[in-house]
């Protein structure tokens, strides 16, 4: 069986681990949300890849969701003492590591691609991890205060703001310029099925969606997304600042909306949510809290089962 998932963050990785434990079978390619991605000190971080390789590698710091476990800070004290900016991102000593091999060899002309791979070799995720483009974007955030009307990465929002300050428009910068990684059309065309996760709708799921010609593919497939809002709040992370920026509630039915029946034929929701609906989309109520490893792989098994259902 050969499935293909578009992954973000905490939430999306978190759900990959349940997906493997269900399909431990199953060839899984993971499409990777690069509009997070930030340049900091000369160095090129790509969270959610790392949160994705180091999550399915088993390297991360679980109750973070980001970064490594057992970690140290020296380096980012260092840097802080020669009064270096910025000092919000907690980059740690072992993480530090992973953006030097990445930027050495982005540096040497490998594309993001290739070192994700090589970055692959030691974490043996166990999914092929694809970026979703070998082209830079970032997701930047317009925002207006004391500083006046301005564009800051999506980080700084996310992470220095914690996204207190609302958000005028979501931009991924680059967009129309990238191409989708080599293996991602490919992937989505010879998948059985394509599961999206609970990952952020907006800058995560959504920002792959706008890598041209992703969509498109994906819109051929048989695709079961699971809902990342439960009774009108996100599970984690901000999401509902994220819909909000765009003018979308924060419910499950409107995420679904969002996506819209053409790219989804199934839907998880969670109980509380079942009178969601939506004409040529199948949906489906169930507990989606991912409280624990096995709660994960049975929600990914109700993605699997409908997937299938509706690949008959
Ligand atoms: N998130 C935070 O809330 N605070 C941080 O200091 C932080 C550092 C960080 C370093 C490396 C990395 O891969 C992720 C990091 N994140 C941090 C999480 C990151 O902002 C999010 O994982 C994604 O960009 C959104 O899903």
């Given at each position: 069986m050969r499935i293909v998932s578009l992954a973000g963050g905490i939430g999306g990785a978190r759900f990959l681990r349940g997906l493997k434990a269900a399909a431990p079978d199953a060839e899984i390619t993971v499409i990777g949300n690069t509009g997070d991605d930030i340049t900091l000190f000369g160095l090129r971080v790509c969270p959610d890849l790392d949160t994705v390789m180091y999550t399915l590698g088993s390297g991360i710091n679980e109750e973070q969701g980001w970064g490594r476990a057992d970690e140290s800070f020296t380096v980012k004290e260092e840097l802080a003492a020669y009064e270096?900016?910025?000092?919000w991102f907690g980059l740690g000593d072992r993480d530090f590591a992973t953006h030097i091999v990445r930027s050495q060899m982005l540096a040497a002309g490998y594309p993001l691609s290739q070192v994700t791979e090589a970055l692959c070799v030691r974490w043996r995720p166990g999914v092929r991890l694809l970026p979703m483009s070998d082209d830079q974007t970032e997701t930047h955030v317009v925002v207006s205060d004391e500083g006046g009307r301005r564009a800051i990465h999506f980080q700084e929002w996310w992470v220095r703001l914690r996204a207190s300050v609302p958000a005028e428009q979501i931009v991924l910068v680059g967009a129309d310029d990238a191409r989708p990684a080599p293996g991602v059309l490919e992937a989505i065309r010879d998948a059985d099925f394509v599961i999206l996760p609970p990952?952020?709708?907006?800058?995560?799921i959504g920002t792959i969606l706008q890598i041209p010609g992703i969509r498109t593919a994906l819109e051929e497939k048989t695709v079961v997304g699971v809902s990342p809002i439960i009774g009108g709040a996100?599970?984690?992370?901000?999401a509902d600042a994220c819909l909000t920026a765009i003018g979308v509630s924060t419910s499950a039915q409107a995420v679904l909306e969002l996506y819209g029946s053409r790219l989804v034929d199934g839907w998880l929701v969670a109980e509380q949510d079942k009178g969601v609906s939506l004409d040529g989309v199948t949906v489906e109520a169930r507990?989606?809290?991912?409280?624990s490893p096995e709660a994960t792989r049975d929600i990914a098994a109700a993605a699997l089962t409908l997937a299938t259902t509706l690949q008959a």
């Open positions: 270096m900016e910025p000092q990952s952020n709708p907006v800058v995560s996100p599970v984690r992370g901000m507990p989606l809290l991912m409280d």
